[in-house]
Each structure stands twice: as C-alpha cells, then as structure tokens.
C-alpha cells in the first residue's frame, strides 16, 4: 500500500510538472504547441524518475547497495586468501599457478583457474587432449567430398574457454614479442571482425597448449618474457 501511494504521487507530481511547463511555454514563452509539448514531457520524465529513486525505491536501493557491499567485501577476501595460498605455494594447485604468474600477462585469477580445472590436477599426454578438454579444437563436418568447419567442440567449462580467450588477449597485450603474438598479428591484424574473433579462439588453444608445456616440461614459450623477480 505505501509502495502504491508513493507511486500515485510520483505521477501525480509528474503531470503537474508537464501541465504546468506546457501552460508557461505556451501561453507566456510563446511556443508553437507541439514544442512545449514535446519539454514539457521531457521534463515530467526526469521528474517521475528522480521522485522515483529518491523515494519511490530508496529503500529497496538501499538494501540492493547493501548486498552489492556484502559481495564486493567476500570477493575481496576470496582473492586476498587466494593470492596468499599461491604466494605461499601451500599445495599442488598452489604451486602450479605460482609457476604460471611468473610469465607476463598472466594473473593470479587465471592462473589459479588453469591451476585448479587443468594442470594442478590432470595430467596430459599431449596437445590435442588437453584442447579436446578445453572445447577450442574445431569440429570439421564431413558429407561426401565436402568439408565444412563448423566451429570449436565446446566441450569442457564455458568458463574455462572465456577465461582463455582473455587470457590471449592478455597475452597479445603483454607479449607482443612472443611467437604467438607475432603469428596472431601476422595472420589476422588487417583481418576483419569475425576473422580476429577466430584467430583469438585459435591463440587461445595455442597458448593453452604452451602453458601446458611451461608448467610440465619447463619450457618457455617462445620469445615470452618472465616478470622480474622481486627481491
């Protein structure tokens, strides 16, 4: 009931403001009819809305605010608790996203995600299973003597393959250098939208793969930069 009364006078206060403009522009500014008409209504909007969430929903905004704080404040403590485990190196999982923060443009939310679906707690024989698992190898489809690519597999976590398409354009930003980000430019910088969004997903399988070989053989992408040890 109170909600529907603050309503009614929301609009009540809304078309008092249109009448009341469009009778002060017409009659005394001297504005052609429709013209008053079209600010009056103008204004009677920004009216309802202000009445709206200054009083209407404050107390609803009020407690939405208070959840959004509640949220951001656990998130803070996920990630200082997660940054501290992987800077301790307490386990497995731990240890590996350590490893994987060594490299430029690589950050302890992916690293800690790679770390705990891939290489902290499977083991791979080689490339094409850990792309299998991550659903970023193309699925061709073959009918008689054609031949049609009908995009990635999708297997695996949704999440993990947009944390990897991140991660590549991470990859392009902080490893401009590196072979990857040269192959990447080479093939796709003049190239169009849908072409680069391709040639993202393609990087980011390539650099799964390479981070793969960096954490369980020690070999360093090629022309990849390590971040500076801190003293």
Request: aromatic letters at 10%; glycine letters at 8%; charged letters at 20%.
């Amino acid at each position: 009931m109170t909600r529907w009364i603050k309503f009614t006078v929301a609009g009540t206060a809304g078309f008092a403001v249109q009448i009341g403009t469009l009778a002060v522009l017409t009659q005394v500014a001297g504005l052609h009819y429709l013209v008053a008409t079209a600010i009056a209504v103008e204004l009677a909007i920004v009216c309802n809305f202000a009445w709206h969430e200054r009083w209407t929903w404050r107390d609803r905004l009020a407690r939405e605010w208070e959840q959004l704080q509640a949220i951001e404040t656990r998130l803070a403590t996920l990630c200082r608790a997660r940054d501290e485990a992987i800077a301790a190196g307490a386990d497995r999982v731990a240890q590996v996203a350590q490893h994987l923060c060594q490299l430029r443009g690589v950050g302890e939310t992916s690293a800690a995600i790679y770390s705990a679906e891939l290489f902290g707690t499977r083991t791979f024989a080689n490339g094409r299973q850990l792309g299998a698992l991550t659903g970023l190898v193309p699925v061709p489809y073959r009918s008689d003597q054609r031949v049609q690519d009908q995009g990635i597999s999708k297997a695996g976590r949704a999440e993990l393959r947009r944390v990897s398409v991140q991660l590549a354009w991470c990859w392009l930003r902080w490893q401009p250098d590196s072979a990857l980000a040269v192959w990447f430019t080479r093939r796709f910088a003049g190239a169009g939208g849908r072409s680069r969004r391709i040639g993202i997903v393609a990087l980011a399988r390539k650099l799964v793969i390479a981070l793969w070989r960096f954490v369980a053989h020690g070999v360093v992408p090629d022309g990849a930069q390590l971040k500076p040890t801190q003293i």
